[in-house]
């Protein structure tokens, strides 16, 4: 699932639990910088005088991919730079054990983590990507993906791109010899 599509599915999934308003923070680059520090939705969460500020970062890993402190950290520094009352790091991989979970409850700047297995239960009891009889909503699914965009060297044709080739060669008295060719495809 291209990750537009999957932060789409965050957006329905958050709703469903109860927050108000919520909002793709913006792309701008296919590799996944966006113009919000890392926040990839903005949501509010009512109650009280006012609605309270969310913002949600969230990873799309593969099951051997961890989210570690550092990712928590971040998230905590761009959530104070925002402004928000709360902040949510989602996952569809595992959380690391370095994660120092007593220090996400913090009556300053409450942070939650869902991590994978806990992003798929959810899905499954609030029933979004998945039908009344447990199954995939694979139509669902397949509009979100024909939604995507912004997550494809195709979706951002103006960044600019370096071929290097690069060769490992072996100098002797009288004669070289190239041992090993090698082109990448780079950001300028």
């Known amino acids: 699932m291209p990750f537009d599509a999957y932060v789409r599915l965050v957006a329905l999934l958050l709703e469903r639990l109860g927050y108000e308003n919520v909002s793709p ?8 910088r966006n113009h919000s520090g890392g926040v990839d939705l903005i949501a509010f969460l009512p109650g009280g005088l006012t609605p309270r500020r969310v913002v949600i970062q969230i990873k799309q890993f593969d099951r051997y991919s961890r989210v570690f402190q550092r990712h928590v950290d971040e998230l905590c520094g761009v959530a104070i730079r925002c402004r928000a009352s709360e902040a949510l790091l989602i996952t569809t991989g595992p959380a690391s054990t370095s994660i120092h979970f007593d220090g996400l409850i913090s009556p300053l ?49 103006g960044r600019p791109e370096v071929v290097v080739n690069v060769e490992v060669i072996a100098h002797s008295k009288k004669r070289q010899k190239v041992l090993q060719r090698a082109s990448f495809l780079t950001p300028a």
Do not use: Y
């Open 25 to 32: 923070a913006g792309r701008t680059d296919w590799k996944g």
């Open 109 to 157: 700047l409450p942070m939650r983590l869902i991590d994978g297995e806990q992003l798929l239960t959810l899905l499954i009891d609030k029933q979004v990507g998945v039908t009344h009889e447990g199954e995939i909503d694979q139509s669902l699914l397949d509009r979100l993906t024909r939604m995507a965009k912004g997550n494809s060297r195709e979706d951002c044709p």
